[in-house]
């Protein structure tokens, strides 16, 4: 047994270099279709582990149909509800495509991805961008509002920031833009507000000289200076193509990915592969807009939690203490203990990104399902939470507990897997 011991943890030790040694860049914005082979006729990518429409939550749901407005399946919301109960659009888990999406997770053939390369071995990860608050597809929202701005996304926004992004020839170090802006406070899941800046300020200079009309440079200028959480989905499209490297490696107990459909939570592990282990989420606990209370939220949704799998997020709640009121969790004693706890449950800290508040402590590196299950300690994931009506949209914040029963699933899995018996 103890020889079993020793080889995962030098199988755990080969992923979590792979982590640490990742080496993120923007290199592009594009069009999803031109990078995801699979989004060919009428398919849709979603969040979390595989569903059905029939199991979606209503803030799924209301981006499925907003996705097909958007795309022209449909012309009116009846028409699209009719195409995707009757079985005519395929849903593929972003996971499954080396892509993540916020919340309902919803990507579509033309709308417009971040894509980010681990330059170690051009492993890539791509994400939708941050369309702003208010009314938004990502939690559910499908109004003409709505597609107007994922139409105005995909044909000024996505173009101008490819040619700008091109102009700084191999891309942007994200490690770098990371590593200031959790000195700044932030902890890249509700809290982006200092990565947002960091980046307009790097971006903004090559729009400038760009050759395009003033009006299209300060359009575009402005969304990116009015967008807060924007940096949030140049995070995630990072921890894809971090976790995605380091789940080459396969064998080992660390967990590389934590994401959730609004059904079910699903993770999946470095010596398990593709193999999803579930269970039921929760619904996360926090505070709510006015006129709306815990009734009216949905259960916890996103590939968001992308961002605790490698380490920041919640996880990393002592680096933004200023978030901690606005997801319900106290004080600063609060953001330290729940980091603290999380330390527990991982394998190492990651020296690329060190938190001040936390004695200059890397981010949690390496969730390990053995000691998850060994202490009962889930990872704390730090979220929005949309209204279980279609259409709605955000209505709060809070944070939410990874349920113990997918850990415990992945490693009976393992064990089984190895030769050893579980009792």
Not at 32 to 60: D, F, Y
Not at 212 to 237: C, P
């Amino acid at each position: 047994m103890r020889k079993k011991e020793e080889e995962i943890n030098a199988a755990n030790e080969k992923v979590i270099d792979r982590i640490k040694n990742s080496q993120p860049f923007l290199v592009d914005v594009v069009s999803a279709k031109s990078v995801i082979p699979e989004l060919n006729g009428k398919v849709l990518l979603h969040a979390g582990p595989p569903i059905t429409w029939e199991e979606m939550t209503g803030p799924m749901q209301g981006s499925c149909i907003g996705a097909s407005l958007f795309e022209g399946w449909a012309s009116t919301e009846e028409e699209a509800r009719r195409q995707l109960e009757s079985g005519e659009v395929t849903f593929i888990p972003c996971h499954h495509v080396h892509a993540v999406g916020p919340m309902g997770g919803i990507t579509s053939a033309n709308m417009a991805v971040l894509v980010v390369e681990n330059k170690v071995d051009g492993t890539v990860g791509y994400c939708t961008m941050n369309e702003g608050i208010g009314k938004v597809l990502r939690f559910g929202a499908y109004s003409q509002e709505v597609v107007d701005r994922l139409r105005w996304m995909a044909d000024v926004l996505g173009p101008v920031l490819s040619q700008a992004i091109k102009r700084k020839g191999d891309g942007i170090n994200l490690n770098v833009m990371i590593a200031k802006a959790i000195t700044m406070g932030d902890e890249f899941h509700q809290r982006n507000i200092a990565g947002s800046l960091v980046f307009l300020k790097e971006i903004s200079p090559f729009i400038v000289k760009l050759d395009i009309e003033d009006s299209t440079k300060e359009e575009v200028i402005q969304f990116l200076a009015d967008t807060d959480q924007f940096f949030l989905n140049i995070m995630m499209a990072t921890s894809k193509a971090i976790m995605d490297h380091a789940r080459k490696i396969e064998s080992g107990t660390v967990v590389t990915t934590l994401t959730r459909n609004g059904k079910n939570f699903g993770v999946r592990i470095s010596g398990m592969g593709d193999q999803w282990f579930t269970a039921p989420v929760n619904t996360p606990k926090g505070l709510y807009f006015t006129g709306y209370s815990e009734e009216d939220g949905n259960p916890d949704i996103g590939d968001s939690a992308i961002t605790e799998t490698v380490g920041v997020g919640g996880m990393a709640m002592v680096a933004a203490p200023g978030v901690t009121r606005f997801v319900g969790a106290g004080g600063f004693d609060d953001a330290l203990r729940v980091s603290n706890e999380m330390a527990e449950i991982s394998i190492s800290h990651n020296p690329n990104w060190t938190i001040p508040t936390w004695d200059f402590k890397g981010t949690c590196l390496g969730i390990d399902i053995r000691k998850v299950v060994e202490t009962g300690i889930t990872p704390i994931i730090n979220t929005g939470i949309a209204h279980k009506k279609a259409g709605v949209g955000q209505i709060g914040a809070g944070t939410v507990r990874a349920p113990l029963a997918c850990f415990e699933k992945a490693l009976e899995a393992y064990a089984e897997k190895l030769g050893i018996t579980v009792e």
